[in-house]
């Protein structure tokens, strides 16, 4: 039986961000393969979890690829940006709090990802759009956070699906945005 490798990192990734401490017999199961499979494929959890964060990694990049991050006024590609990442915001939540990522230093995916969104928020300030009293670098961890907590809430049931996108970007960018002084 050939095993979709894609298909299990997919069902890995639904099941631990819903349960992070899942075992690897709860990630054959509900990949629908036997245990000894899923070894044949990732030796161990750390494998598996560095080869999600592999694929969680690509899937951000082409988010921010489809985002077109360069195009039109910073805080629209902010709302694009938003919109590409709520398919995998689940998968991304999960990541950047799974400690073991970061123990052996930090995969260099990471730093391009940075960048790409310090960019955008750099344009934004020079734009004159956004504030320039807060760091490109803290508007990143900001949307970091903004959508891992969406994520959460919206998987809890404390948030309707339907409003993960109005909730990110109006408080990102309610607090982001330049006032004009009259």
Sequence with gaps: MTVDRERVLRTAAALLTRKATSTMDEVAKAAGIGRATLHRHFAGRDALIKALEEFGLSELDAALDAAALDEGQAADAVRRLVAEVEP????????????????????????????????????????????????????????????????????????????FQHMIVELLLGGARRSVEK
Excluded at 92 to 107: P, R, S, V, Y
Excluded at 138 to 143: I, K, N
């Design 88 to 163: 995998v915001a689940g998968l991304f939540a999960f990541l950047i709090t799974e400690n073991q990522l970061f123990e052996a230093g930090q995969n260099p995916g990471w730093d391009r990802v940075d960048a790409r969104l310090g960019a955008l928020f750099r344009r934004g300030q020079e734009s004159g759009e956004f504030r320039i009293d807060l760091s490109p670098a803290w508007l990143t961890d900001a949307l970091y956070g903004l959508v891992s907590a969406a994520a959460w809430s919206v998987q809890d049931g404390r948030s309707a699906a339907k409003d």
